[in-house]
């Protein structure tokens, strides 16, 4: 079976400070994984996504995740918040096999001035 | 730019009426999907076309009615809804089965329930 935690659903930075986004997840098997995030009253956007090719993986706008499959988390990070970072994200898992994604109940990020 | 494209971007619609939603992609994708999102929450799952073919109903009312004319277009025809409905709607696309690919997002259609 395969589900998505994410530990924090709000979280709050100043501009300029790093950003951490706590994702774990758990699958029976070889998982994919994905950061989505989402501005007010917009689809999805993808930010990046783990495919087994190499453990850290970098995004778009600076962000990158690192795959660890000893904690089996797939934590997000960013150097430096922006204001324009300020958004929900969602971390989600895809079954190996056929077409069902599985999503974590998002981490809304504020960014402090 | 979003590569999948859904219309109307906003609806309002009373009870008794019927709309219906449309989501285009041409990025060559099989598998196409339908989700409906309240505020603060992830999206849920509600149908999913594979090839045309519908094969997850996440056992959603019949006042709720997709169909995959072809392998670009998806709707959902509205009929009958409730207010409990109004949500943001979100199509998306990806390959069919395909493992490590994701799934593509429209912008959504804003729907209210009068």
């Known amino acids: 079976a395969q589900s998505v935690t994410q530990l924090d659903s709000h979280v709050s930075v100043s501009e300029g400070t790093p950003v951490l986004l706590r994702c774990n997840y758990s699958s029976s098997y070889s998982p994919s994984l994905f950061w989505y995030v989402q501005h007010p009253n917009k689809g999805l956007q993808l930010l990046l996504k783990y495919t087994s090719a190499a453990t850290l993986v970098k995004g778009i706008n600076g962000f990158e995740a690192e795959f660890k499959k000893s904690e089996t988390s797939f934590h997000l990070t960013k150097p430096s918040a922006h204001m324009s970072d300020a958004a929900e994200y969602f971390c989600v898992v895809r079954r190996d096999t056929g077409n069902q994604f599985y999503f974590g109940t998002g981490t809304s990020l504020t960014v402090i001035p | 730019d979003t590569e999948v494209t859904q219309t109307p971007k906003h609806l309002v619609m009373g009870m008794t009426n019927k709309k219906s939603l449309k989501c285009e992609q041409h990025m060559g994708h099989r598998a196409m999907y339908w989700y409906k999102q309240k505020a603060k929450k992830p999206p849920e799952l509600m149908f999913v076309y594979s090839y045309e073919k519908l094969s997850i109903n996440e056992s959603v009312p019949s006042r709720f009615s997709p169909e995959c004319p072809n392998s670009s277009l998806l709707n959902l025809h509205l009929h009958a809804l409730q207010p409990e409905d109004s949500a943001l709607y979100l199509c998306?696309?990806?390959?069919?089965?395909?493992?490590?690919?994701?799934?593509?997002f429209g912008d959504g259609t804003r729907l209210s329930i009068l």
């Open positions: 998306a696309s990806s390959q069919d089965r395909g493992g490590a690919q994701p799934q593509h």
